[in-house]
Each structure stands twice: as C-alpha cells, then as structure tokens.
C-alpha cells in the first residue's frame, strides 16, 4: 500500500481497489506462456457483433470530432426498441459509469444504500466515494432476500441496488422475490435494478422492471453492451429510468462521456439479433456442460441466470486461481466478496470450456497425489 496524500478524502482512505480480471497478455508474460485462455471477466467469447466492427471501420474518419453528447441516435433506436421516450435513457461509459452518476446525484454524505452482501462490487465503491453510509443486506444462499433488505431500509435510504442475476454469484432474484420487494419498499426508495446479463436469461421467470417504472415508481434499470453483444472493450450501457432520475444524471455526466465509435456499435449492433442469438444460445449450451462436468466432479455450484457460474472448490479459491493460472487458464478469485472457497468461471467457447474442465481436472489430481 503506497504512502496516500494526507489531502485524500477520507471518505476514499479505506477503498480496496477493484481487482480486474488479469489481461491474458500479463499472464503470458508472467508465467511465459503463450496459449491463454482467460474466462475471468464475463466477456463475450464469440467476438464483437460483426456489424458494430463494420459500423467502426466506417466512422473511422470522424474521429477528429467530438462525440454526439446527447447519443441522439443511440437512445432514438433504444426508445423505440424498448417503448420509452429518448428523455428516459441515459447512455453512460459501461454501466459502471451509470452507476457512479447515480452515487453522485443522489447520495450525499450520511445517506444511505442498501448492497447486497455479496452483491457486484462497483456499488460499495461509488456509495463510499460520495460518503455515503453502506447498509450490507445478507444474501442467504448466495442470493437476494426481499425480507433481508427491507430490514436495511432506513428513513435515511436513497438507494438500493440490485444486481439481477447477481455477479459473482449468477443467482436471480426472480419476479414474486421482486414484487413482494417492491410491495413493500417506500415509494421514493431508488431502486436499481443492474440487468447486465438480462439477455441471457432462459426462463419466464424474470421480473419486468421496466413495468414498475411505469407504474410510477423510482426505479432506474441499467443495462450493457458489453456482454451479449461482445462490446465491453468500447465502454457503453445505458438507464432506463424516469425523466426526472435522467435529469438528473445527466447533470452530473461529462457532456462526451461515451465516444463516437462505442456509440454507432451499439447502434449498430441492436440490429445484430443473429449475432445476439447466437450469444445466448452458446452460453446456453455452455452452461449445460459445466453442469454436466461439475456434477461429474462432484462439485458443488450456483445455478446460474448469467455468463459465468460460481464453483465451490476443493482448496481456498484464490490458491487455485493461482494454479490455474500456471496452465494459462485465467479464472476468478472471490474471496473480496466473502466467498473465499470459491471462484467464479466465465462460460467460454467449447474449447474454452473443455480446457477449463482438463485443467481443473489436473489441478485436483496433483493435489491429490502431494
Ligand atoms: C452486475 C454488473 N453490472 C455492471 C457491470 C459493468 O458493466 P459495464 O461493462 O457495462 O461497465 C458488470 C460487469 O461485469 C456487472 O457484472
């Protein structure tokens, strides 16, 4: 830990970094290796969307001027798609950004957020950027709990954020979970509910959030290009919420937060249904045979709704990530979440899958001869 300026808010002393999937270049480099795989960040493994990389190469040459700042066509095609008006998006660089812009427009010093225990990172550190006051509700099972959040909420609560499914643990909150939540949440409670991985989900037992916005309540929904349409590395998702909420995120973004290329791709990929189809049913199919191989293995696993599946492992999480890691497959430790005997894999190509299980296969076996 580097020696901090004595000026550094207190309010960020105590932040613990992210720590990012490892670059499968730093693993090459590290470990001289050269074949890497690395299913640590939930990416898309099929690639970008062919026609966003078309729309790219064909923007190329405006790259000297700024971006559009209003991502009017963008949110003109989202409205459509979704039934909303344009003045209820919010285009954000990744959904991370959308969920800083949240922080800084609502939560002030000593208001309250309710996260989940083990719910996606970014929300712990945005609340604590702003000084705000974390309430952790408990997620038994690895999952939300409407009655263990309704005990966190307070007359003070501004927030609460929901990642639905949840990363890391790929659990769903399903839409009885959510309407007896919302049956009972204060009216003026912001409730985020973070569908990063809503494209994937198979059943009809996801709730319609965009439903309670309309009913009136304050409800933002994020969602991203970087997942089903392969588009993480260009920075880009979007809220869908009330003119009011959007107002007021917009107030606190910088005017060209998401840049032109990241814009006509995910313009251009809302047209790439082939590309999207192909997605889902990839990590469909994915997702089977890691049940498949992890039954076999006798290893204990969550269900998951997402792209990535949390695996309870033999030996502490973070040992064999490293172990894994010298076989040039990149994995996810967890235990920043509390989850130390666990990791979390992303759902890769069939090769990609393949390669994971041989490895892990191999890894249990030498332990066992040691
Ligand atoms: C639940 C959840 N929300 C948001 C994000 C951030 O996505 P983006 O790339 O849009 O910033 C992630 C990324 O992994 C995520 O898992």
Redesign the pocket.
């Known amino acids: 830990m580097p020696k901090i300026h004595p000026f550094t808010r207190n309010a960020i002393k105590d932040i613990i970094p992210y720590e990012p999937g490892k670059p499968i270049s730093e693993v090459q480099r590290e470990y001289g290796l050269t074949d890497v795989i690395k299913l640590a960040?939930?990416e898309n493994p099929l690639g970008p969307s062919p026609k966003a990389v078309d729309a790219i190469k064909a923007a190329l040459q405006e790259l000297n001027l700024y971006p559009d700042g209003g991502c009017y066509l963008l949110r003109k095609k989202l409205s459509e798609k979704l039934n909303v008006q344009t003045s209820q998006l919010v285009i954000?660089?990744?959904?991370?950004?959308?969920?800083e812009l949240i922080c800084e427009a609502f939560i002030g010093e000593g208001d309250e957020a309710v996260i989940g225990y083990q719910?996606?990172f970014?929300y712990r550190i945005a609340v604590q950027i702003m000084n705000g006051v974390i309430n952790w509700a408990e997620m038994p099972g690895n999952t939300y709990d409407a009655d263990e959040i309704l005990a966190k909420v307070s007359g003070k609560t501004k927030v609460l954020f929901i990642?639905?499914?949840?990363?890391?643990t790929g659990t769903l909150m399903d839409k009885n979970q959510v309407a007896y939540l919302m049956d009972r949440l204060p009216d003026d409670v912001i409730v985020v509910f973070?569908?990063?991985?809503y494209d994937y989900q198979s059943g009809n037992d996801y709730p319609d959030t965009i439903e309670y916005l309309q009913r009136g309540l304050s409800v933002i929904i994020?969602?991203?290009?970087?997942?089903s349409y392969g588009l993480?590395g260009l920075?880009?998702?979007y809220a869908i919420t009330n003119e009011g909420i959007a107002h007021s995120m917009n107030g606190v973004r910088e005017a060209f937060n998401v840049n032109s290329l990241a814009q006509v791709a995910a313009t251009a990929a809302l047209d790439d249904d082939e590309f999207l189809q192909k997605s889902i049913k990839m990590n469909e199919e994915g997702k089977l045979f890691f049940y498949k191989e992890l039954e076999r293995l006798g290893l204990e696993y969550r269900p998951t709704a997402?792209n990535f599946i949390l695996i309870k492992v033999p030996i502490p999480g973070r040992d064999l990530f490293k172990l894994l890691l010298k076989k040039g497959v990149v994995v996810r430790p967890v235990d920043g979440y509390g989850l130390p005997e666990y990791i979390r894999v992303s759902i890769g190509l069939p090769d990609e899958n393949r390669r994971f299980f041989s490895s892990l296969e191999g890894v249990i076996q030498e332990l066992n001869h040691c």
């Not at 954000?92 to 969920?99: H, W």
């Not at 990642?163 to 890391?168: D, I, K």
């Open positions: 960040s939930n954000g660089n990744g959904s991370a950004e959308l969920i719910a996606f970014k990642a639905n499914p949840n990363n890391p973070d569908e990063a991985y994020l969602r991203t290009f970087s997942k993480a920075r880009i998702g997402a």
